[in-house]
């Protein structure tokens, strides 16, 4: 099991739009624990706790303790509304959870070894595809990230999801292929000179088609007046 945070939540009775706009004068942020059987509770949380939570990149696949009226209560974050237009948070929803319970979540990939890769050094560009995976496994399972190493890797490589190490009781939800998570793209400025010089190469070839034929026709010209 890996390390659980603990933040400090408060039970609230107010529910409902006025409710939840109370809460939010008082610099806290409504919220509800739903899920395991139980009936959904709702609670609170400080905007400040959060705000040190989300500024982690693992705060939406972490598993927390939510410590309400000094009894302890295991969840996952399942959802965070925020105000489209001011981004401020709006609410929270809280999966309980226990060693058993299974979930579909999305994963972080990372990449290592940049520097060892020939294919970047010579200025290719790492394409990234998916910026997380999605998954289905035990809370208990989930990990931090999906690591890929670009050791040794070309330009024109790609990275693919069997790339990377994978618990047994980690499932991703795509299953019927071995799919791409990144590439190594040839920078735009290499492709475009190639693209170039073909083309240089193409005309250079029809100039010479061109020489060659009036040369041709000029020596059948000559050949048809010797002849008169």
Do not use: W
Request: glycine content about 4%.
């Amino acid at each position: 099991m890996k390390d659980i945070s603990i933040l400090n939540a408060f039970s609230r009775k107010n529910v409902g739009t006025n409710g939840s706009k109370k809460v939010r004068q008082e610099n806290k942020i409504p919220a509800i624990i739903y899920g395991d059987g139980k009936n959904p509770q709702a609670i609170s949380l400080e905007i400040k706790d959060l705000r040190t939570a989300i500024s982690k990149s693992s705060f939406i696949n972490k598993i927390y303790d939510l410590s309400i009226d000094k009894s302890k209560t295991r969840v996952i974050v399942q959802d965070i509304s925020q105000n489209p237009v001011t981004e401020r948070l709006e609410h929270i929803d809280f999966l309980r959870v226990n060693d058993d319970t299974k979930v579909t979540i999305e994963v972080p990939v990372k990449f290592i070894n940049e520097a060892l890769s020939p294919g970047l050094k010579r200025g290719g560009v790492l394409n990234v595809v998916r910026y997380t995976v999605e998954v289905v496994c035990p809370v208990k399972s989930i990990p931090e990230n999906f690591e890929f190493n670009l050791e040794g890797l070309e330009i024109g490589d790609s990275i693919h999801i069997s790339h990377t190490k994978m618990n047994e009781e980690i499932k991703t939800t795509i299953t019927d292929r071995d799919f791409t998570v990144a590439s190594i793209l040839a920078p735009s400025a290499l492709v475009s000179a190639e693209a170039t010089e073909e083309k240089t190469g193409e005309e250079g070839t029809e100039t010479e088609e061109t020489e060659e034929n009036k040369d041709e026709e000029k020596t059948k010209e000559n050949e048809s007046s010797e002849k008169k």
